[in-house]
């Protein structure tokens, strides 16, 4: 155990020079993920960075190597305990990962579970497009509906209820309207961003309007 946590002690303090060396292909920046303490809702991002991190710069460490680096960010709270369990069962081999993804996977069902599920469905429920693109309310919504147990229809029920209502009435007024939830994210984009332009046109429009009006005034007023 102790030589176990001396590694990880190592891992952390290294930071990710040590992993310079496996780096494969063009050396490219890429930020290391914030220190897990097992909150449930930070679990799914902290996967993610740990995930991007160990492809683009640990891909050739051997799988113990970068189980321990994911570990060496787990610290605090209730993590803990949990990572000081895994350590003794892999002290004595009652645990082994074939993978860093199948570790992965299980810190994810061990701090996540059925409620990172409901937490992610209750902020689909909520989210609105308000005044963002809808480029922007694409993006945060299917992040939200990622691991929010939403799929098919009731994801296409969810995306219509959040979008503005000229956008949605315009689509379900088509004469092919669409129908899975990747040509409502196509096509809904396409309407913001044309509607958008258009205004952006008409202001134009009116702004050379009032412009020219004023240089008229200035002409005539002068002696």
């Given at each position: ?179 899975s939830i990747e040509n409502w994210y196509r096509r809904a984009t396409a309407l913001d961003r044309n509607w958008r332009e258009s205004r952006r046109e008409e202001e134009r429009l009116r702004k050379k ?15």
């Open positions: 155990m102790a030589a176990m946590q001396a590694q990880i002690q190592a891992l952390l303090a290294a930071g990710a020079g040590g992993e310079e060396r496996r780096t494969t292909g063009p050396k490219v920046e890429v930020a290391t993920p914030a220190i897990f303490n097992g909150e449930t809702g930070k679990v799914g991002g902290f996967v993610t960075a740990c995930r991007l991190y160990l492809r683009m710069k640990m891909r050739e460490a051997t799988v113990e190597e970068q189980v321990f680096w994911v570990l060496s960010h787990v610290q605090g709270g209730s993590a803990d305990v949990w990572k000081e369990n895994v350590l003794e069962e892999l002290e004595s081999g009652e645990m082994e990962y074939e993978t860093a993804e199948e570790f992965l996977m299980t810190l994810k069902k061990e701090f996540g579970g059925g409620e990172e599920e409901s937490v992610k469905a209750a902020e689909l429920r909520k989210l609105e497009q308000g005044g963002r693109t809808m480029e922007e309310f694409v993006q945060e919504f299917k992040r939200a509906a990622r691991e929010s147990g939403y799929e098919g229809r009731p994801l296409v029920e969810e995306f219509k209820r959040g979008m503005n209502g000229g956008i949605r009435r315009k689509l379900m007024e088509a004469e092919n309207p669409p129908t309007e009032v412009g020219g009006g004023t240089q008229k005034q200035e002409r005539q007023s002068l002696p």
